[in-house]
T-cell receptor
Framework: DSGVTQTPKHLITATGQRVTLRCSPRSGDLSVYWYQQSLDQGLQFLIQYYNGEERAKGNILERFSAQQFPDLHSELNLSSLELGDSALYFC??????????????FGSGTQLSVL | AQKVTQAQTEISVVEKEDVTLDCVYETRDTTYYLFWYKQPPSGELVFLIRRNSFDEQNEISGRYSWNFQKSTSSFNFTITASQVVDSAVYFCALSDRMRGQNFVFGPGTRLSVLP
């Protein structure tokens, strides 16, 4: 068990809908990262938050947004969902900014299916 | 741009065989970190090893060993005497100081260890 909690584990929804994925980092970790894993794109970095502030942005669509709350949990909001958004979404955490020589601890992921 | 290549998409071996998973990376940074993660069928990503660019010493951990060669930009992973429980997708990853995507994964190698 990595200590990173993601909910829900599975999510089934329809095109055009909006969903929210939730992540609680390991106790003491200040950084939260979101990744999308799909068969054709592999593991893609979406966004990183450090202590409530956006720190780095990757291949995140404008329809997607995230935030990190004062208690350090994070939410990833996906709107106007398309079939191609179906993927496994991972949250990871680390103590600080990854550049300070740390490793990522991953949650078990949220499997999103858009029908 | 930073990039990680894992040329082997899938590998099948028979139990007790040794197997090497290849990883080749590209970065313009002189300081960077390399990682290996394991994704078993259950789906979570499990950290295996982190290596910084200034430490070219090879590492052994039980049946696992890693060969880091800066001259060829490679960070290969060998499993000795493979076991069925080693069956998983293995990802090599790179972190450097590029803004916006501070952690990039390779496409992964699916290892199947047959009894």
């Amino acid at each position: 068990d990595s200590g990173v909690t993601q909910t829900p584990k599975h999510l089934i929804t329809a095109t055009g809908q909006r969903v929210t994925l939730r992540c609680s980092p390991r106790s003491g970790d200040l950084s939260v990262y979101w990744y999308q894993q799909s068969l054709d794109q592999g593991l893609q970095f979406l966004i990183q938050y450090y202590n409530g502030e956006e720190r780095a942005k990757g291949n995140i669509l404008e329809r997607f947004s995230a935030q990190q709350f004062p208690d350090l949990h994070s939410e990833l909001n996906l709107s106007s969902l398309e079939l191609g958004d179906s993927a496994l979404y991972f949250c990871a955490s680390s103590v600080g900014n990854l550049w300070s020589n740390e490793k990522l601890f991953f949650g078990s992921g949220t499997q999103l299916s858009v029908l | 741009a930073q990039k990680v290549t894992q040329a082997q998409t899938e590998i099948s071996v028979v139990e007790k065989e040794d197997v090497t998973l290849d990883c080749v990376y590209e970065t313009r940074d002189t300081t960077y970190y390399l990682f290996w993660y394991k994704q078993p069928p259950s789906g979570e990503l499990v950290f295996l090893i982190r290596r910084n660019s200034f430490d070219e010493q090879n590492e052994i951990s039980g049946r696992y060993s890693w060969n880091f060669q800066k001259s060829t930009s490679s960070f290969n992973f060998t499993i000795t005497a493979s076991q069925v429980v080693d069956s998983a997708v293995y990802f090599c990853a790179l972190s450097d100081r590029m803004r916006g995507q501070n952690f990039v994964f390779g496409p992964g190698t699916r290892l199947s260890v047959l009894p």
